[in-house]
């Protein structure tokens, strides 16, 4: 929530390795808004063995994107949920033009929209190196070789090009992701305060 205890509705963007899980959870807490990300929501219901976790299990070990229709039914059931009332940080969706589409339709039908888009920028070269890095200590299996150029390149195909529309509608907050982890919040918080966009009270990230 912000100062005004108004509602406020983010999304982190960013290629695999830039770190936007990680700054995207400090945001969210920040502004007590809940962060859903949706390769999270879909891991732990592989993890769990459940009915959807088996349709996605495959598509997500293979790197390739889970059918908009699935993924944007998914966001929408857990945006409807009382504590996203308020605001909600998106992380990992919309991925493509077809989820952009499917979520400007579903925040217009509430009348609500997006107050801004954090789109963290690592050069391929370092978002690989730390990808590698994390195969290593969190043994993702989707971490692998092979998997990661599939995702960048999908990212770069499908992912980068939706932050053009998101770009002309003035509400894109572009942040340099190299860095340390607390230089990257900082201007992350800065970048959304030039935006009017300030949580309730200062945090242990803004203070
Ligand atoms: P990364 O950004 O490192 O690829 P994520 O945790 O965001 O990791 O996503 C992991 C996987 O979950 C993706 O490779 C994809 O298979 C699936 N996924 C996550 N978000 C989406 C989405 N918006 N649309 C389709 N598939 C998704």
Known sequence: MTA????????????QGSGKGTQGVLVAQAFGVPQVATGDIFRSNVAGGTELGKRVQAIIESGDLVPDELTSELVRDRLSQPDAARGFLLDGYPRNQGQL?????????????????????????????????????????????????????????ETAPILGIYRDRGIVAEIDGVGSLDEVTARIFAALADRGILPDAPTAATA
């Open 4 to 15: 005004s205890g108004a509602s406020v509705r983010l999304l982190i963007v960013g290629p």
């Open 101 to 157: 589409d499917d979520l400007d339709e579903f925040l217009r039908s509430r009348g609500e929209s997006l107050d801004a888009v954090i789109e963290l920028i690592v050069p391929r070269d370092e978002s690989i190196r730390r990808l590698h890095q994390r195969a290593v200590e969190q043994g993702r299996n989707d971490d692998t070789e092979e998997i990661i150029a599939n995702r960048l390149a999908i990212y770069e195909r």
